[in-house]
């Protein structure tokens, strides 16, 4: 991060010329009272809370989901459930995930910290701000009665590959409006974000000033706005193609059902980034609160960012390797993936360097950024053998593959909102965790993650393919292994739950900046632990 | 940077990104709608 928040003035003091309108603006009126507070809720704090009490909500949802895909293959046969309802549970427990978890919790991290670390009393578009988070609970109650209409839950992947998601029954429609829905709500908060940062910063705050949460944020919400109408045109032309006579992708009227999968990826690999800059922003800040020392190569990380965006648009073909392309489209894809690998790299040395002769202590988001560190690179690893276009001719649609973005997406991306909540839960409930529960948490979804996901690669070098409720005995004894991990992930996440929960109610007052003994940099621990209902109402000046 | 200017910024750059969004949206089934000709 900057060394120039070490100079931030804070809320009390550097007065600027536009601080007395913000006065005026909001005229001191604290939160309304009851259910109203929530729902016409347009206060960044507020939205952020619901963002992120929905996303738990949703991850346990999508997590039930996963037990019954790992009840189902604890041994070989089928046992629990049948085949269709199998392939429900994955295309279902994949949207809920992404849509569901992962993406609004970033969202809600970004509309808590986001104001509090430019120095904005709130985001710039608060009743927008309202709209796209309301549109989230409509689209997913949508989603979740698709499993008890005729036909059940969409089976055909999250992909929504055609012709296979045009033979969806009755659920296929409420499948393609819930997308639609996800996606104005997510294309909404970005641009809110972005409004909100090249408009809202505090006097003296250029752009390689702000911390690293709000670069990887800024990045991400460009990305959002550029890939998830494509996404939205995507399934409007399923939508057309099954309804309304056109063949965008049907074969039998002169259509192309690969074309599909071009533009699906097109949206699909950027989403893969969008999942992991903010990410990458969490961790940028946690490792020198911990270790002590400023960020190393501040600037080489927000280059690296922007790297890693830019390549995301030019990759997304390794995913249909197999559909086959020219040999020049071959190798293009395969050498522009690998390439992302250097700005990871970068990413990963400089957060090294920060550790290196630091003084690093282990509070809990320090365990999970230094898990993150190790655990993310074994998924980077793997994404790079997925690269080469020989060998995912071998991986392609067997459990590597699953390995491999799980080991991306969950001691990665949900790794890092974890040590995101750690970090600043005491910041925004002005409580203090219990410190050895939240340690139990950590060791627990370490470990477990690893018997969970580990596995899968052994079982995906040998053949096993995704997405089928049964299996060849000769992968009996690593899916066991893979379901006992499963379900001490799924049990330990209970206790992340009671954490937050208990938290929220009461604990130890936590002080303003929270970590003393570390060295938190950044306009957000200026304020007080929970932080004023009007964040910034005298912009603070950052020198 | 006045209070004025900083609305008339928001104003602008709501704006932008939203018909950013909108032709893209627009532009790939667009050339969806080109190559199936």
Redesign the interface.
């Known amino acids: 991060m900057s060394t120039a928040h070490t100079h931030a003035a804070g809320h009390s003091a550097g007065h600027s010329g536009h601080a007395a309108d913000h006065h005026d603006a909001h005229d001191h009126h604290g939160p309304e009272k009851g259910w109203r507070r929530w729902v016409f809720a347009t206060n960044h704090k507020d939205i952020g809370t619901l963002y992120m009490l929905f996303s738990m909500t949703m991850f346990f949802i999508g997590g039930a989901m996963a037990m019954v895909i790992r009840a189902e293959l604890f041994k070989p046969g089928m046992q629990l459930v049948d085949p269709m309802f199998f392939n429900s549970m994955t295309t279902m427990h994949a949207l809920i995930m992404i849509f569901g978890a992962v993406m609004p919790a970033f969202v809600g991290l970004a509309n808590w910290m986001i104001p509090l670390q430019v120095g904005a009393p709130d985001m710039a578009l608060p009743r927008m701000n309202n709209f796209s988070f309301w549109i989230l609970p409509f689209a997913f109650t949508m989603l979740l009665a698709t499993l008890f209409v005729p036909g059940g839950a969409p089976a055909g992947g999250w992909t929504m590959y055609p012709p296979l998601s045009l033979q969806n029954g009755t659920s296929f429609p409420m499948l393609i409006f819930a997308v639609h829905l996800m996606g104005a709500s997510s294309i909404m908060g970005a641009i809110n974000v972005v409004v909100t940062i090249m408009n809202m910063r505090a006097p003296g705050m250029s752009l390689l000033k702000m911390p690293l949460f709000v670069w990887t944020w800024l990045i991400t919400a460009y990305l959002l706005v550029a890939v998830m109408p494509v996404l939205a045109g995507a399934v409007t032309m399923l939508l057309t193609d099954h309804y309304f006579g056109t063949s965008f992708f049907q074969a039998a009227g002169g259509g192309d059902p690969v074309m599909f999968q071009h533009i699906f990826w097109f949206f699909g690999h950027p989403e893969v980034y969008i999942m992991i800059l903010p990410a990458f922003g969490i961790v940028s800040e946690i490792i020198p609160t911990f270790s002590r020392k400023p960020l190393f190569g501040y600037d080489a990380m927000v280059y690296a960012t922007a790297s890693i965006a830019f390549l995301s648009f030019i990759v997304w073909a390794h995913h249909m390797f197999t559909v086959g392309m020219p040999l020049a489209g071959q190798m293009f894809f395969m050498l522009a993936t690998m390439l992302i690998s250097v700005p990871t790299g970068v990413k990963v040395f400089n957060w090294t360097a920060t550790m290196f002769k630091g003084s690093i202590s282990f509070e809990p988001p320090m365990l999970f950024a230094i898990s993150f560190l190790f655990l993310f690179t074994i998924g980077g690893f793997s994404g790079l053998m997925l690269a080469m276009v020989p060998a995912d001719f071998q991986y392609h649609d067997t459990y590597f593959v699953v390995a491999h973005f799980h080991y991306v997406l969950v001691p990665g991306a949900i790794f890092s909102i974890m040590a995101a909540v750690y970090y600043w839960l005491p910041k925004w409930t002005g409580h203090m965790y219990n410190m050895k529960l939240a340690t139990w948490h950590f060791w627990l979804s370490t470990v477990f993650v690893n018997v969970l996901f580990f596995p899968q690669h052994f079982l995906g070098l040998a053949g096993m393919p995704r997405r089928i409720p049964d299996y060849s005995t000769q992968f009996a004894d690593w899916n066991m292994v893979s379901s006992i991990g499963g379900f001490g992930f799924g049990l330990s996440q209970l206790l992340f739950a009671y954490i937050v929960i208990s938290t929220m109610r009461s604990g130890v007052k936590a002080t303003d900046k929270v970590w003393d003994g570390g060295t938190p940099q950044g306009l957000e621990w200026t304020l007080s632990s929970p932080p004023p209902y009007h964040s910034f109402e005298v912009a603070p000046e950052v020198k | 940077?006045?209070?004025n200017d900083?609305k008339r910024?928001?104003r602008r750059?709501?704006i932008w990104?939203?018909l950013?969004?909108?032709a893209?949206?627009?532009g790939?089934?667009l050339m969806?709608?080109l190559?199936?000709g």
């Open positions: 940077m006045t209070q900083r910024g928001i750059s709501a990104m939203s950013l969004a909108f893209i949206y627009a790939f089934i969806a709608v190559r199936s």
